[in-house]
């Protein structure tokens, strides 16, 4: 990334001239800067009052999401313009281009400092703490940590989480990089719609993709109607007794994480198949021509020219495993051993109300991002760099 | 990253030199695609037809069997659309999913453009070092900031007894979700804007500035319609990543039924209802359509801001 050039200031030499312009300048000048002042403070007192108004009403909801969609799309941009015009009038010329800066990056600051680097700094100090943050947790500080490296529930669910965060990257990519290399093969309207289907998932909540799999999985004992899910419709059907798909320990984790991986499936396609595609033909042609078969072709021309995107979406999907929280909570609750580290974190801090070990938590999940975070911005710096 | 672009002329050369065994292997990577597109589906399409059955069809018989039947009027009905729309709150919900996610997509890509050209296009003391920190930000998981952000709206911050942030009362509000949301998409948003509004050509700018526009003008006339293609990838991934997301509005729009947005609402009705599957086949499809709709009409874009999107904390 090379730093444009900044340009020079240009703006403010003319309307200097014109400030110092006489009596009626200076009388358009005052008039603009109560106008400065009083747009921000007008448009804080509106927000303030619909603001009020939507936490306390009873009304419409339909009109209550339609006055909330205007007042915070219409308020952003009142707030940029209100304090931009403030700026422009009502600060002398001379420092006015050091301060404006400041109008444009500030809010994004503020907003990082408050909801991102304070909370950072706050939850590895809670990490720290007791249940109700107030004192410092037994052990010299650590007993957070020492609590869950030796509560058999929380050990649980780290296991699962190493368990998802080696299976669910691994299957997506191998079934995503198939899907690739085999639709590559295709006719390009064939190829487009069917990789639109694998992809399709993508669009779909976690939350929604739930109910789709725990209808996949639905049972009913032997004797009360027929299966109605259809892996136990196939599955009688086969002639065997009808499974609890998820209260068949330890399997029921495979099942859960089945979810994520027919989710992720498609993000692997997309970006390996761009990477499949941008191998160059001339090298294809060489090793055929020198009688490879197409499978040698694959892995000694095409595995090695897409690795290090392969790497990337690895990572990647590492990231949103490790975070994977509402498919365990909306289907088993973690129940039957199926807990994971981001839910299990929800669940101390919500429900037992123990914010030390929840933010314990947070930390190692923070912890355990990092690295593929590191490789994945890495990567993609590289690539705005090539580009 | 377009995935779609035609295959080299050459490749159809080498293919026609092993013409019969490549026309065999054709037919056997056609049925192999087809069986993982048929598996992929199969789930979605279960559901949507389960969805349309009358709730006595729906116990009776798995949904497959529905499908010989298909033209028969009595095998479909739209009786649980109804009922989970007026009578488990998913038509509130789905208001209430709106005005959480446009404001939570807007807000954030406003912010993020006006930091963006300010860390492009003008001169202030440490702006690099600013614009490496808040990338740096990207590393900062969600659930990180989940417990101090909760007790912020709960009873605000004092620091040596000083009042820094007011207790707010802001839990349980649109605004709480708004910011929050804004909060965790910025150093994304800020990343790819930075990326794309830095590389306009300067030119454009510069002439712009002599012609006497100030900041604020060639930001809104000039630098916003030129960023459209990103601005769009980054919105439809921010709208979907807020649409679908349970976390942050389980945490910061709390438990007034009232509130609820659509994953909530779908959550708690797998809660109290797990087995009715009338309801909750037609409540997760009314979650679906938006994020479906959008996927089907702006395909390329949405590809685009996915892929760009996916490392988002």
Known sequence: MTAPPVLPDKVSEPRRRILSAGARGSLLSVVRMVAALAVPIVGFLLLWLTFNFLRDSDANRLLVALVAIVVGVGGVWLLYWGMDLLVSTVLPARIRESIRPAVFVGPALVILAVYLIYPAINTTILAFKDAKGENWASQGGLGNFIDIFTNSDTLVAIRNSLLWVVIVPTASVIIGLAFATLTDKLGRRTEATAKSMIFLPMAISLVGASIVWGFVYSFRSAGFGEQIGLLNGIWTGMGNKPVAWLLQEPWNNLYLMVILIWLQTGFAMVILSAAIKSVPEDLLEAARIDGASEWKVFTRVVLPSIASTVVVVVTTITIVVWKVFDIVFVMTGGRFNTSVVAQRMVKEFFTFRNDGVGAALAVILFIAVIPMMVVNVRKFRQQEETR | ?313
């Not at chain 2, 990326?195 to 500035?209: F, M, Q, V």
Request: no cysteine.
């Open chain 2, 1 to 313: 990253m377009t995935a779609a672009t035609a295959p080299a002329p050459t490749r159809s050369g080498s293919r026609r030199r092993h013409r019969l065994s490549w026309l065999t292997s054709h037919w056997l990577v056609k049925l192999v695609v087809l069986l993982i597109v048929i598996l992929w589906l199969v789930p979605t399409v279960g559901l949507l037809i389960t969805s349309f059955r009358p709730t006595d069809d729906i116990n009776a018989t798995g949904w497959w069997t529905a499908i010989p039947h298909m033209f028969d009027k009595a095998t479909w009905t739209i009786s649980n659309y109804d009922a989970v729309l007026s009578r488990q709150g998913f038509g509130n919900a789905f208001l209430n999913s709106l005005a959480v996610t446009i404001p939570s997509t807007v807000i954030p890509i406003t912010i993020a453009a006006f930091a963006a050209y300010a860390f492009a296009w003008m001169e202030f003391k440490g702006r690099h070092i600013l614009f490496v920190v808040v990338v740096g930000l990207l590393v900062v998981p969600l659930q990180m900031a989940l417990i101090p952000i909760l007790r912020l709206y709960t009873s605000g911050a004092e620091v040596f007894g000083v009042t820094i942030f007011p207790d707010l009362d802001l839990n349980g509000t649109y605004l709480a979700v708004w910011l929050a949301h804004t909060g965790f998409g910025l150093p994304l948003a800020v990343y790819l804007l930075r990326n794309y509004i830095g590389s306009l050509p300067s030119s454009i700018i510069e002439s712009a500035r002599i012609d006497g526009a100030d900041h604020f003008k060639i930001f809104t006339r000039l630098i916003i319609p030129l960023s459209v293609p990103v601005l769009a990838s980054f919105a439809i991934f921010q709208f979907l990543w807020v649409w679908n997301d349970l976390l942050v509005a389980l945490i910061f729009l709390g438990g007034e039924p009232q509130n609820r947005v659509l994953t909530q609402a779908l959550m708690e009705l797998n809660a109290s209802r797990g087995n009715e599957w009338q309801l909750l086949t037609a409540g997760a499809f009314i979650s679906m359509t938006l994020p479906l709709a959008v996927f089907f009409s702006l395909q390329r874009y949405f590809v685009r801001g996915l892929t760009a999107g996916s490392v988002k904390g």
